[in-house]
T-cell receptor
Framework: AQKITQTQPGMFVQEKEAVTLDCTYD???????LFWYKQPSSGEMIFLIY??????QNATEGRYSLNFQKARKSANLVISASQLGDSAMYFC???????????FGTGTRLLVSP | SQTIHQWPATLVQPVGSPLSLECTVE??????LYWYRQAAGRGLQLLFY??????ISSEVPQNLSASRPQDRQFILSSKKLLLSDSGFYLC?????????????FGEGSWLTVV
């Protein structure tokens, strides 16, 4: 079975500062993909970044980077230079080779203050 | 480029009434299609997925059903809604089932059963 754990129900950060959102996972699949999504108050689920389990380097997409530590089974999202528009729910998710579905964590609500 | 749309965006339905949510993907062929539900303040739960026309897999027993009458059309239905069916429904697609392929979501549909 696959499981995603996000232990931070809420995080606060000041504008222009960096913030790390934690994500740990558990899977028996030897190969898998890890994803982060952003869900603003409108409800739409927006894809942010992807990390493959065999990727040698941590993924980066603009201000987003993924701190992937395979041995610790963690895939933390780092947002640099936070902006007010980053305030949203953030979900970590995983997809294994043997499963069709994307398994989600419970999410972290990020609030960016001026 | 590929796009996904679902409708209606919001609906309020009485208990016992039928439901039909529709989702369409453009710009790709033979996508994998998904229906997710998100209860208030919680993560996403996979309801159904489809790898082709007429092929539907159900993840959880429930009051809902899904159909895929065309390659890029996915419909979520119910004959008689329950109060517990209230929630945020998201349609999604991916190119195939490989772990590295991102799942992209539609705008979502807010359903309130009264």
């Amino acid at each position: 079975a696959q499981k995603i754990t996000q232990t931070q129900p809420g995080m606060f950060v000041q504008e222009k500062e960096a913030v790390t959102l934690d994500c740990t996972y558990d899977t028996s699949d030897p190969s898998y993909g890890l994803f982060w999504y952003k869900q603003p108050s409108s409800g739409e689920m927006i894809f942010l970044i992807y990390q493959g389990s065999y990727d040698q380097q941590n993924a980066t997409e603009g201000r987003y980077s993924l701190n992937f530590q395979k041995a610790r089974k963690s895939a933390n999202l780092v947002i640099s230079a936070s902006q007010l528009g980053d305030s949203a729910m953030y979900f970590c998710a995983m997809r294994g080779w043997s499963f069709q579905k994307l398994v989600f964590g419970t999410g972290t609500r990020l609030l960016v203050s001026p | 480029s590929q796009t996904i749309h679902q409708w209606p965006a919001t609906l309020v339905q009485p208990v016992g009434s039928p439901l039909s949510l529709e989702c369409t993907v453009e710009g790709t062929s033979n996508p994998n299609l998904y229906w997710y539900r998100q209860a208030a303040g919680r993560g996403l739960q996979l309801l159904f997925y489809s790898v082709g026309i007429g092929q539907i897999s159900s993840e959880v027993p429930q009051n809902l059903s899904a159909s895929r009458p065309q390659d890029r059309q996915f419909i979520l239905s119910s004959k008689k809604l329950l109060l517990s069916d209230s929630g945020f429904y998201l349609c999604a697609w991916s190119q195939d089932a490989q772990a590295g392929n991102t799942i992209y979501f539609g705008e979502g549909s807010w359903l309130t059963v009264v």
